[in-house]
């Protein structure tokens, strides 16, 4: 045990007694502070009242309807998408394939969230904010887009090597048209689209083909023929 010491303790100081004024405000639910001498009464109305002012933070998806980025004006877009293939050219294919991607949004281009470029496209005829990408999207090496129209390619869809989005006239050939493409699409390498066609959702498009009429949903095109995938399901 440990010896008991002789020194004395040290009463306690007595509670100050509330002043009137104090129990009232107390009792009004009103809070006091003193801050450098000024002293600030906020009762508990006035809180609930700026609280209901205060606007209330809605969800990302409330608030952006589409996953696309703002577009940049036509010659700021053409010109960053210039500038910067002059050094992504110089990098393979296939590497640095996320900060490629990141670049082209800085040039203008609407691509959506997790679609990939594995290679420096080329943009002609137009400004880069013409071509829309959905989300999921992955675009090989080679690919050539003419944006005197907008090119418009929905979620999930595939396109190969070499594979070109014609949308400006020629002679004989259609008029200047919009292309889209839907969801789940798969364009393989070195195919051409022409001006004006709209490509179905799940649609696939062989190698070399030229597509000048539209292509419905579930559909194999191979040169003239036409396969519905839809009834080997």
Known sequence: MCPPTD?????????????????????????????????YLTTAAQRSAAAEAEPVPQPESA????????????RSGRLRHRLAGLLWRRVPPFVLNRLRTLALRLCGLRIG??????????????????????????????????????????????????????TAPRAGGPARGRIHVGD???????????????????????????????VPPHTLVTGAQRVSLARWR
């Open 113 to 166: 969230r997790h679609s990939i470029f594995w290679g420096w496209p080329e943009l002609v005829g137009g400004p880069a904010a013409r071509l829309q990408v959905g989300a999921h999207c992955g675009f090989n090496d080679g690919c050539w887009f003419e944006l005197a129209d907008e090119v418009v390619l929905g979620d999930h869809v595939s396109v190969g090597h070499e594979v070109v989005f014609l």
């Open 63 to 74: 608030v952006r309807e589409s996953p696309l980025p703002p577009a940049l004006p036509g």
């Open 184 to 214: 789940g699409a798969w364009l393989a390498a070195r195919c051409v689209i022409l001006p004006g066609v709209s490509i179905g959702a799940g649609a696939v498009i062989s190698a070399a083909v030229v597509v000048s009429e539209d």
């Open 7 to 39: 020194r004395p303790q040290q009463p306690r100081a007595a509670a100050s007694p509330r002043t009137a004024g104090e129990i009232a405000r107390l009792r009004e639910g009103v809070t006091y502070t003193q801050t450098e001498g000024a002293d």
